[in-house]
């Protein structure tokens, strides 16, 4: 049996053992569509372009629904509620830190009210502690429309005291110039311990009464003590020479022997011409006031005729003079 020259399968056909080309290495290369090569490449054929791109058609929207019927639920207490747009809420706001604050102020005016009911009942007791003369709270007692007015009156009251005691001073040292002008050094003196308490006591406690409580009585004495007063403002500030009043005469007349205790003078005749322009103005102002309270002298009677009778001391004095009225009548013949 012949071999082959190259060693290759004896029993293969001559044709096979000599074409290269069906090497299983070589066929699986051949041109074909899926393995392209410059053989099968053709530049003249026309081959149709890829579809354009198209986007999907949008879902169609769902029918609106019918508003629902069921009627709305309770909110819980803890869920938050909307109260409507930013006004209304503002407004809302405004209302509730405006309502915080009245009920503050009543929470204040409460607990002062405890705490003089306190006092009271500790004075009532016997209680060894110093309580006060008088007791005065602008922003707690008198009302807010009232305070600025009672304020006012207060520094009033303080300026006229400062007047009186540069008064003081002015006719000491025009007494130390004058030695005639004794009498006039002496006056200042009684002034300053005579106005100064009265003046509080008598016109300007029952200001403060009055605007507290909205008393007709104390308005009334308040009136005429501080019409008085005013007249005294004015003579004060006129300053007739001898009367213990620093005016401008008597600031004129001192001008000729010292100028210095002068301009001391004229100083304080300038205070109490301040003082009196200021006092009636504000005596104009509180009865202008007074009229917008809707007070009257049937009122004023009727609170004198309350506040006398409701005196312990007056009632006895009172049953006293009629049973001796009696005790009397019974013994004459």
Same mark, same amino acid.
């Given at each position: 049996?012949?071999?082959?020259?190259?060693?290759?399968n004896?029993?293969?056909?001559?044709?096979?053992?000599?074409?290269?080309?069906?090497?299983?290495?070589?066929?699986?290369?051949r041109?074909?569509?899926?393995y392209?090569t410059?053989?099968?490449?053709?530049?003249?054929?026309?081959r149709?372009?890829?579809p354009?791109?198209e986007a999907?058609?949008?879902?169609?929207?769902?029918?609106?629904?019918?508003?629902?019927l069921?009627?709305?639920?309770?909110?819980?207490?803890t869920?938050?509620k909307?109260y409507?747009s930013y006004?209304?809420?503002?407004?809302?706001?405004?209302?509730?830190?405006?309502?915080?604050k009245?009920?503050?102020?009543?929470?204040r005016?409460?607990?002062?009210?405890d705490?003089?009911?306190?006092?009271?009942?500790?004075?009532?007791?016997?209680?060894?502690?110093?309580?006060?003369?008088?007791f005065?709270?602008i922003s707690?007692?008198?009302?807010?429309?009232?305070q600025?007015t009672?304020?006012?009156?207060?520094?009033?009251?303080?300026?006229?005291?400062?007047?009186?005691?540069?008064?003081?001073?002015?006719?000491?040292?025009s007494?130390? /110039?004058?030695?005639n %002008?004794?009498?006039?050094?002496? !006056?200042?003196? =009684?002034w300053?311990? +005579? @106005? &100064?308490?009265?003046?509080?006591?008598?016109?300007?406690r029952?200001?403060?009464?009055?605007?507290?409580?909205?008393?007709?009585?104390?308005?009334?004495?308040?009136f005429?003590?501080?019409f008085v007063?005013?007249?005294?403002?004015?003579?004060?500030?006129?300053?007739?020479?001898?009367w213990g009043?620093?005016g401008?005469?008597?600031?004129?007349? /001192?001008?000729?022997? %010292?100028?210095a205790?002068a301009? !001391?003078?004229l =100083?304080v005749?300038l +205070? @109490? &011409?301040?003082?009196?322009?200021?006092g009636?103005?504000?005596?104009?102002r509180?009865?202008?006031?007074?009229?917008?309270?809707?007070?009257?002298f049937?009122?004023?009677?009727?609170e004198?005729a309350?506040?006398?009778?409701?005196?312990?001391?007056?009632?006895?004095?009172?049953?006293?003079a009629a049973?001796?009225?009696?005790e009397?009548?019974?013994?004459?013949?």
């Open positions: 049996m012949a071999q082959s020259r190259d060693g290759g004896p029993f293969a056909e001559p044709s096979e053992l000599d074409n290269p080309f069906q090497d299983p290495a070589v066929i699986q290369h041109p074909s569509r899926q392209a410059l053989d099968v490449y053709n530049p003249f054929e026309t149709e372009p890829p354009a791109y999907p058609a949008p879902a169609p929207l769902p029918p609106p629904s019918a508003p629902s069921q009627p709305s639920r309770k909110l819980s207490p869920e938050p909307n409507g006004s209304t809420q503002a407004s809302a706001a405004a209302a509730t830190a405006e309502l915080l009245k009920q503050e102020e009543l929470n005016k409460a607990e002062e009210l705490r003089r009911e306190r006092e009271l009942q500790h004075a009532a007791l016997g209680g060894t502690a110093i309580q006060p003369c008088f005065q709270d707690m007692e008198i009302p807010q429309e009232f600025k009672v304020s006012t009156m207060y520094y009033l009251w303080m300026c006229s005291t400062l007047a009186l005691l540069l008064n003081f001073l002015a006719c000491l040292a007494f130390c /110039v004058e030695t %002008n004794g009498a006039g050094f002496g !006056l200042s003196i =009684l300053v311990l +005579l @106005f &100064t308490p009265c003046s509080f006591v008598c016109w300007y029952p200001m403060y009464k009055a605007f507290r409580s909205d008393s007709s009585f104390n308005f009334f004495v308040f005429f003590i501080f007063q005013d007249v005294l403002f004015v003579l004060q500030a006129i300053g007739i020479p001898g009043f620093s401008w005469i008597s600031a004129l007349v /001192v001008l000729k022997a %010292n100028t205790v301009v !001391l003078m =100083l005749a +205070l @109490f &011409t301040g003082i009196a322009v200021l009636i103005v504000m005596l104009k509180i009865h202008s006031l007074y009229r917008r309270t809707g007070a009257s049937q009122k004023a009677q009727q004198f309350a506040g006398v009778f409701s005196n312990p001391a007056v009632r006895t004095a009172a049953a006293n049973a001796g009225a009696a009397n009548a019974f013994r004459a013949p």
